[in-house]
């Protein structure tokens, strides 16, 4: 059993910048994609960006890249999302999301093992 604990969320300004932690405790943490979705009220959770186990291949979806990086601290267990040029419409909460052993597109498009309990993010304009 993993868990997941997201931190970071808050509000900021349009163009401003965020950085969201998730640590993980309870596994072998190189053996997953680690993924951050978001959801907002009325609108499906979507996936944002994604990190395989050792770090060294990132996806990320089309309406974030150049703005969001994800990266990873397998030593510390914990998965950071950088967060800049925040736009209004990247308002949601923020769910980090983990998968043993599989490819970033296999989380991204079947959905984590285990989720975090997410943290707010608003982006004022």
């Known amino acids: 059993q993993v868990q997941l604990v997201e931190s970071g969320g808050g509000l900021v300004q349009a163009g401003g910048s965020l950085r969201l932690a998730c640590a993980a405790s309870?596994?072998?943490?190189?053996?997953?994609?680690i993924g951050w979705f978001r959801q907002s009220p009325g609108k499906k959770r979507e996936f944002v960006i994604g990190?395989?186990?050792?770090?060294?291949?990132?996806v990320s979806a089309d309406s974030v890249k150049g703005r969001f990086t994800i990266s990873r601290d397998n030593a510390k267990n914990t998965v950071y999302l950088q967060m800049d040029s925040l736009k209004p419409e990247d308002t949601a909460a923020y769910y980090c999301?983990?998968?043993?052993?599989?490819?970033?597109?296999?989380?991204?498009?079947?959905?984590?093992?285990?989720w975090g309990q997410g943290t707010q993010v608003t982006v004022s304009s």
């Open positions: 309870g596994g072998t943490f190189s053996d997953y994609a």
């Open positions: 990190i395989s186990g050792s770090g060294g291949s990132t």
């Open positions: 999301a983990a998968r043993k052993a599989v490819p970033i597109s296999t989380l991204r498009n079947n959905g984590p093992d285990y």
